[in-house]
């Protein structure tokens, strides 16, 4: 089956650092998307990408389809405390929404 | 706050008894979906549902599991005879469209599913 290969698995960073992640897959997705998780809770939507080569911001979050659509990167720009989770890359296509494995991040005060 | 709502948050049952699971999704979306996490992975899909209808189900195991999402109420997860290996979290996801559309899938809190 489809698989998506996340990296890092985990990251320790400064507050205020810039944070970066991404997704790579063999097979072609229609969309991406990259949720955050906290302990306890469900994945939250954080962008949604629908077009190869298009970047989208949110707020400090910056996340690009790469244009050969089988890769994304989320950026995250002078991290916060509150940054603290699990962000996960999901890619969407003809196949049920595939999820990589997740990048750990942790922001130390 | 209408999000999707799953219950109960948790469960535990002993193995052989039965589980059941249940989402509500968002006002105004009509497709759920249903998946497991295991601790330090990623969500793993189980089933599609439409009202009344099951679209895909590759991602559930054959025996056990079954889902449904009737035409009024939520929608539920099944698991007859649990056996220790189905304790995880089950989430549940619900968009407006179907499968394939640039709808994206918005999650439930999970319910978190102890076996002893």
């Known amino acids: 089956g489809q698989q998506l290969n996340q990296s890092p698995q985990s990251m320790f960073i400064q507050e205020g650092e810039d944070v970066s992640m991404n997704c790579t897959s063999s097979?072609?997705?229609?969309?991406w998307l990259w949720y955050k998780q906290e302990p306890g809770e469900g994945p939250v939507l954080l962008i949604a990408?629908?077009?190869?080569?298009e970047l989208t911001s949110n707020g400090r979050l910056t996340a690009q389809f790469g244009i050969t659509r089988k890769d994304s990167f989320l950026n995250i720009s002078a991290s916060i405390p509150s940054d603290v989770g699990i962000y996960f890359c999901?890619?969407?296509?003809?196949?049920?929404?595939?999820f990589g494995k997740g990048t750990r991040l942790s922001v130390i005060a | 706050n209408a999000g999707v709502m799953q219950n109960p948050r948790h469960l535990v049952r002993r193995r052989g008894q039965e589980a059941r699971l249940r989402c509500s999704p968002m006002?105004?979306?009509?497709?759920v979906y249903w998946y497991r996490q295991l601790p330090e992975e990623g969500l793993k899909f189980m089933v599609y549902?439409?009202?009344?209808?099951?679209?895909?189900e590759s991602g559930m195991p054959k025996e056990r599991f079954s889902a449904e999402f009737p035409k009024e109420g939520p929608s539920i997860l099944r698991i007859q005879q649990v056996v220790r290996g189905d304790s995880a979290a089950y989430f549940c996801?619900?968009?407006?469209?179907?499968?394939?559309?640039?709808?994206?899938?918005?999650f439930g809190d999970g319910t978190r599913l102890s076996i002893l």
């Open positions: 996801a619900s968009s407006p469209m179907v499968r394939g559309s640039n709808q994206p899938q918005h």
């Open positions: 097979s072609i997705f229609n969309t």
């Open positions: 990408l629908y077009k190869a080569g």
């Open positions: 999901a890619g969407l296509g003809n196949t049920p929404l595939v």
């Open positions: 006002k105004g979306h009509s497709h």
């Open positions: 549902l439409q009202k009344e209808n099951i679209i895909d």
